[in-house]
């Protein structure tokens, strides 16, 4: 898999300087508030790096870079339901390449989750921010019995997912009523790193889940190559959207406060090297020698390899969770 199949590199720029503008009119910076770390709630920190008039600070506990001081969760609920970037995400980046992700990214995941659904009993199973629903639609051809439902605070993704016959929560995940410890399994795709407070949201989580049941979610490692390598050029360092970098250690932590079980928590990404590669390349980014050499002058098979070891070491910036609500 490579960068361009699933994130076309002009159009993610225009979408970049587009969520430039829009920072200017959501957001008050004078009204930030500053917050402990979201992961360990440690009060010790260090300044990093500040991007689009945003800063961002590392714990000196568990090392979760973070936005703070952060906007309130109005101002990021109104930038993510009437900007000019977001409507520009969903027809101009995300709908283009919807079919490519399917193929590359949903359908291996439901193929990864479909191992812990293995009786044949009907499994509740929800996803949070559904959008397309494309999960679920993937999910439900490997394991048809199950109940799936859509939770997504977007109406015109809501009317997608009724079209596509699951069963839907028009609502935020924090306001979802009425189901309590009703699912087996929640999902959450590239979404805790977006959120103004993850631990309301994982408290909620585990709330609506069953004794035994799961939550499985991709979100992004703080700690991962590219994103260490480019630092403040990195793409995924880009507020308002990303406010949390978690890495392994970190999120293991935030889990454990709430009262999760940990399964696995990995990295098995395929783009890191990529990335940086097309950094280097597209846009004149030079890390240092050894990098830029690698970049001009390895070859294929190095690369793969290279690719291979950031993952297999939990230093990919792709970071993978599965956990477990105590059956007790």
Request: charge should be positive.
């Amino acid at each position: 898999m490579k960068e361009e199949e699933i994130r076309k590199r002009d159009i993610f720029n225009k979408y970049l300087k587009l969520v430039e503008k829009d920072v200017k009119r959501y957001f008050d910076f004078k009204f930030f508030k500053k917050i402990a770390c979201p992961a360990c709630d440690g009060k010790v920190v260090k300044n990093e790096l500040e991007k689009n008039g945003f800063e961002y600070v590392s714990c000196k506990n568990c090392a979760t870079l973070f936005v703070s001081p952060r906007p309130s969760f109005e101002e990021l609920r109104d930038f993510y339901s009437e900007s000019p970037s977001t409507s520009f995400w969903v027809s101009k980046f995300f709908k283009p390449v919807m079919e490519i992700r399917r193929k590359k990214i949903f359908i291996p995941r439901a193929k990864y989750i479909s191992k812990i659904l293995r009786s044949k009993r009907r499994y509740i199973i929800g996803d949070i921010g559904a959008g397309f629903g494309l999960f679920l639609e993937e999910l439900r051809k490997i394991s048809p019995a199950g109940d799936y439902v859509a939770i997504e605070p977007s109406r015109e993704m809501i009317d997608i997912c009724e079209k596509k016959g699951l069963r839907v929560r028009h609502s935020c995940l924090e306001n979802v009523s009425g189901m309590d410890g009703q699912f087996d399994l929640l999902t959450a795709f590239e979404m805790i790193e977006h959120l103004y407070d993850p631990v309301i949201f994982l408290k909620k989580v585990h709330s609506l889940l069953r004794p035994g049941g799961h939550i499985f979610f991709t979100v992004l490692n703080g700690k991962g190559f590219d994103v260490l390598l480019l630092w403040e050029k990195s793409k995924m360092i880009i507020p308002p959207l990303h406010l949390n970098l978690f890495n392994p250690k970190s999120i293991r932590c935030l889990l454990e406060r709430i009262g999760f079980e940990i399964i696995e928590i990995s990295t098995p990404g395929k783009l890191d090297w990529d990335i940086v590669e097309g950094m280097i390349k597209s846009e004149g980014v030079v890390p240092d020698r050894f990098w830029m050499t690698l970049a001009q002058e390895s070859d294929s098979r190095c690369k793969v390899e290279l690719q291979d070891w950031i993952s297999r070491n939990n230093l990919s910036s792709h970071m993978r969770v599965l956990a477990k609500k105590p059956n007790k």
